[in-house]
């Protein structure tokens, strides 16, 4: 599969990144401006910074702007987010219901990793 797939992995990266910073940004949306079935929290508060940086840093991502310390800064927050709001429910991600904020750390984390690579505007 490595021979098949692997001269397009710059692309697939690409559409990884891409896709991950548009679903990130929308909890965004729903924290700053209670559409998408959220529920609009304060800008001035732990949830609407959460809000900022889910909004703006979804965008920055998925357009390639920043990548790496933008990611970085994301990653950052879904730790924060697992350890105050789920880890507190239970040691195991999929019985506390964190499991995608872990895996929205470890992939946030592996974005900041390789940057915005392709189509980016960078």
Same mark, same amino acid.
């Given at each position: $599969?490595?021979? *098949? @797939?692997?001269? %397009?992995?710059?692309?697939? %990266?690409?559409?990884?990144?891409?896709?991950?910073? @548009? @679903? #990130?940004?929308? &909890?965004?949306?729903?924290?700053? #401006?209670?559409?998408?079935?959220?529920?609009?929290? +304060? *800008? *001035?508060?732990?949830?609407?910074?959460? =809000?900022?940086?889910?909004? #703006?840093?979804?965008? /920055?991502?998925?357009? =390639?702007?920043?990548?790496? +310390?933008? /990611?970085?800064?994301?990653?950052?927050? $879904?730790?924060?987010? %697992?350890?105050?709001? &789920?880890? +507190?429910?239970?040691? !195991? +991600?999929?019985?506390?219901?964190?499991? *995608? /904020?872990? @895996?929205?750390?470890?992939?946030?984390? %592996?974005?900041?990793?390789?940057?915005?690579?392709? !189509?980016?505007?960078?």
């Amino acid at each position: $599969m490595q021979s *098949l @797939l692997g001269k %397009y992995s710059a692309y697939f %990266y690409a559409l990884l990144r891409i896709v991950a910073g @548009l @679903l #990130f940004a929308q &909890h965004g949306v729903q924290k700053l #401006f209670g559409l998408l079935g959220g529920t609009q929290q +304060p *800008l *001035l508060s732990q949830f609407g910074l959460a =809000g900022v940086i889910e909004l #703006f840093g979804g965008l /920055a991502i998925a357009l =390639g702007l920043f990548t790496s +310390p933008v /990611a970085f800064v994301a990653s950052g927050q $879904m730790a924060v987010a %697992y350890f105050q709001a &789920h880890l +507190p429910r239970g040691f !195991w +991600p999929i019985q506390n219901g964190g499991e *995608l /904020a872990v @895996l929205n750390c470890f992939l946030l984390l %592996y974005i900041a990793s390789r940057g915005s690579g392709k !189509w980016s505007l960078r």
